[in-house]
C-alpha cells in the first residue's frame, strides 16, 4: 500500500517563528502536493511539485514555501508563522499529474499559531 | 477552469435510511470525478472514481455514484447507511494540468 507520512501530527508555534511541515511517500511518486484544510472552506492547493526541484504555485501560496530535494520528501515551509495559517495541513501524492490517476493522502497535520 | 459544487453542507440520516450527497461540476470537457471520505482526525481516502465508461461507479464500504452528463452531477448513495459512514465526504476533479480541486465538503451524520 502507498503510504503518505505527515512528520507531525498535532504542532504548536508561536507567531513569527519559521515552521517545517514534512511529507514523506514510498511510493514513487512523481507529484507531490499541500493542501490546507478549514471548516466550510474545503481543502485548498497552496503548493505541488511534479519533480525533484520543481514547485508550482496553487491557489493560495501566501506566506509559505516549499521544498522538494528529493523525490520521496516534499516539505512545507511557514517563514513567518501567524495566526491566520492555524489550519489542518494534508499532504498528498500521486503517480501523474493529472486525469484518472488518484491521490493518496497522508493522516494530516494539525498546527495551531498562538 | 474546472469546479465543483457539493449541495448541502452538512446532511443527517437515520441508520438504515438512504444516504445521498451531492455533487454537481462545471467542466468544459469530459470530466474525471472523485468521491473521498475523511473520517475524524484522518486524512483522505478515495471511496470511488469516474474515468470513462460504465456511468454506474461502485466504490467501497456499498457507496456507489452515477456520472450524468446531462445533469452535471456525480451524486454519492448508499442505500443502507450505518454509524461507522459517519464522516466528511469530498468530491473532486481534476482541473487542467493541476491537481484536484475539492469541494467544500459534506459532513454526514448518522442517527441511531
Known amino acids: 500500500d502507498v503510504k503518505v507520512t505527515q512528520s507531525s501530527r498535532y504542532l504548536v508555534k508561536r507567531t513569527g517563528e519559521k515552521v517545517f511541515l514534512e511529507c514523506v511517500q514510498d511510493?514513487?511518486?512523481?507529484?507531490m502536493f499541500w493542501y490546507r484544510q478549514d471548516p466550510g472552506l474545503g481543502l485548498r492547493l497552496i503548493y505541488f511539485?511534479?519533480?525533484?526541484?520543481?514547485?508550482e504555485k496553487g491557489d493560495i501560496p501566501e506566506g509559505y514555501s516549499v521544498s522538494r530535494e528529493k523525490k520521496e520528501r516534499f516539505s512545507l515551509i511557514l517563514e513567518s508563522a501567524s495566526t491566520n495559517q492555524t489550519s489542518m495541513y494534508l499532504c498528498?501524492?500521486?503517480?501523474?499529474?493529472?486525469?484518472?490517476?488518484?491521490?493518496?493522502f497522508g493522516q494530516g497535520t494539525r498546527l495551531t499559531v498562538v | 477552469a474546472q469546479s465543483v459544487t457539493q449541495l448541502g453542507s452538512h446532511v443527517s440520516v437515520s441508520e438504515g435510511a438512504l444516504v445521498l450527497l451531492r455533487c454537481n461540476y462545471s467542466?468544459?470537457?469530459?470530466?474525471?470525478l472523485f468521491w473521498y471520505v475523511q473520517y475524524p482526525n484522518q486524512g483522505l481516502q478515495l471511496l470511488l472514481k469516474?474515468?470513462?465508461?460504465?456511468?454506474l461507479v461502485k466504490g467501497i464500504n456499498g457507496f456507489e455514484a452515477e456520472f450524468k452528463k446531462s445533469e452535471t452531477s456525480f451524486h454519492l448513495t448508499k442505500p443502507s447507511a450505518h454509524m461507522s459512514d459517519a464522516a466528511e465526504y469530498f468530491c473532486?476533479?481534476?482541473?487542467?494540468?493541476?491537481?484536484?480541486?475539492f469541494g467544500k465538503g459534506t459532513r454526514l451524520s448518522v442517527i441511531a
Open positions: 498528498a501524492s500521486s503517480l501523474y499529474p493529472r486525469g484518472d490517476t488518484e491521490a493518496f
Open positions: 511510493m514513487d511518486h512523481e507529484n
Open positions: 511539485s511534479y519533480d525533484v526541484k520543481m514547485k
Open positions: 467542466s468544459s470537457v469530459p470530466p474525471y
Open positions: 469516474y474515468t470513462t465508461g460504465a456511468t
Open positions: 473532486a476533479l481534476p482541473s487542467g494540468n493541476t491537481p484536484l480541486v
